[in-house]
């Protein structure tokens, strides 16, 4: 997934989906092999091996994501009403009110403003989880939790150093959702070829979407265009690209 909208980036956003038949972590590898940069995702351990020093091409910088550390508060706060993870709720919601002013300023921006309101709370926030850590059973949820949080500290505050990233993987998980929601319907792929032909639609459907571009009128005129169209023009055909010749057209 790629969306630099939050970062007034120039790139159009973008999502490209892989099948694959288990969740097995050689997977996520065959998928980005070769790729160094930075990436935000969950905790999902068939990632872990992208991270490591010693990979292949480079390390992949993992970036990680507050709202999955948040989900484990605010489940606990509003089953149990449990005290320590609602303070830490109100904490980590001190930290996304930031991050909604600076929705959409450029990278050096969003730096100065974390640097200046967001790193000392970071910095608060930690020192409170182990202060709350070494008050609570290793085995109970709160600890649990406190325990999923500070295990990946350094990855979750890497956004104070990057104005490209966001707080969250949000954008990544929006675009799963008609997976998730669509699989009660259809069920199965039918095969692994159709499960990769399921991946290369939804990859055409999301961006398409992310670009406000209508799926089926997009479609519909690209199949309609794509037999006689030059191969070295195809990327003219692009949703963001088809978007602004329409614009310009009408």
Partial sequence: MRDDRPFAGPDPPAAVFFYSRDRGGEHPEQHLAGYPGLMQADAYAGFNHLYEAG?????VTEAACWAHVRR???DLARINQAPIASEAVVRIDALFTIEREINGLAPQQRVAVRTERSRALAIELESWLREQRAKVSKNSETGKAIDYSLKR????????????????NNAAERALRAIAVGRRNWTFAGSDEGGRRAAALYTLIATAKLNDVDPQAWLGDVLARMLDYPA????DLLPWNWRAERR???
């Fill in 55 to 59: 990979r292949k091409g480079g390390a």
């Fill in 72 to 74: 484990k508060f605010f």
């Fill in 153 to 168: 500290w350094i990855a979750l505050t890497r956004f104070l150093d990057d104005g490209r990233l966001c707080m969250t």
């Fill in 232 to 235: 070295k023009r195809i990327g």
């Fill in 248 to 250: 310009a057209a009408a």
